[in-house]
């Protein structure tokens, strides 16, 4: 996915997306990738991660070293009782990593949940925010007679 070839920041950030839809973790209990959506706006790139049923106190999110990692847990709900006929749902540990761009500000990294989804504001260093660039005129002309 090439966004752009004249913005260092779109090109690295092209790289964390590539990177962040084609690495996750799948582990020996059920874990599954979360799906995810990637946008940028303003000066903060927002991640939002679908974690439907999921409860929020199992949720984990860390970042060490240029990586951010996502875990949660979903456990199975079925009485003493029930009988599984069907199951679909994943259930387990779920973990996603995805590797920070350099201009991402890690201090600053903020999360929420609501309604299923996990969204993570990923703050940009200030000198990598988008700036306005001054034009300086040349010296006015003096016209001599």
Known sequence: MLLTTFDPFVQE?????QRAFGWAEWNGAGGSVLPMDVVRRDGDVFLRLDLPGVDPASIEVT???G???VSARRDEQYAEQDR???RERLM????????LAETIDADKIEASYDNGVLSIRLPLHEAAKPRKIEIKGAAPRQLTA
């Not at 950030?13 to 997306?17: E, G, K, P, Q, T």
């Open 92 to 99: 387990g540990s779920f973990t996603r990593r995805i590797r």
């Open 67 to 69: 990586v951010l990692t």
């Open 13 to 17: 950030f092209d790289r964390m997306v």
């Open 84 to 86: 599984p006929v069907l």
């Open 63 to 65: 970042a060490d070293g």
